[in-house]
């Protein structure tokens, strides 16, 4: 059976930084793609930073210069360095990955970790 498991949220006050860990598991062969989202209090999810197979990387505009994506595909583990936070950026983050099995690639969510930014 297939796990994303997140890792990593919790408060921090404005300014501060926490790294979101996002670890699969479950019978795969290779991760090709992971991304990571977030949805704030009220709102639609966002995607937030994202990693493909081939190293590229893109983000929101929000995330730019504050955020970093990761992977180490060795540990079957992405990653979300988050630097400079903001309390606009309290939300539930979720990871999410392109898994590739025998028999084609399917698409898996976290549960989610809760990032709350205030003082």
């Known amino acids: 059976q297939v796990h994303l498991v997140e890792s990593g949220g919790g408060l921090v006050q404005p300014g501060g930084s926490l790294r979101l860990s996002c670890t699969a598991s479950g019978g795969f062969f290779t991760i090709r793609n992971m991304a990571w989202y977030r949805q704030p209090p009220g709102q639609q999810r966002e995607l937030v930073a994202a990693i493909r197979s081939g190293g590229d990387t893109n983000y929101a505009d929000s995330a730019k210069d504050r955020f970093t994506i990761s992977r180490d595909y060795t540990k079957n583990t992405g990653y979300l360095q988050l630097n400079s936070l903001e309390p606009e950026d309290t939300a539930v983050y979720y990871c999410?990955?392109?898994?590739?099995?025998?028999?084609?690639?399917?698409?898996?969510w976290g549960q989610g970790t809760q990032v709350t930014v205030s003082s």
């Open positions: 999410n990955a392109d898994l590739e099995f025998e028999y084609g690639v399917q698409t898996y």
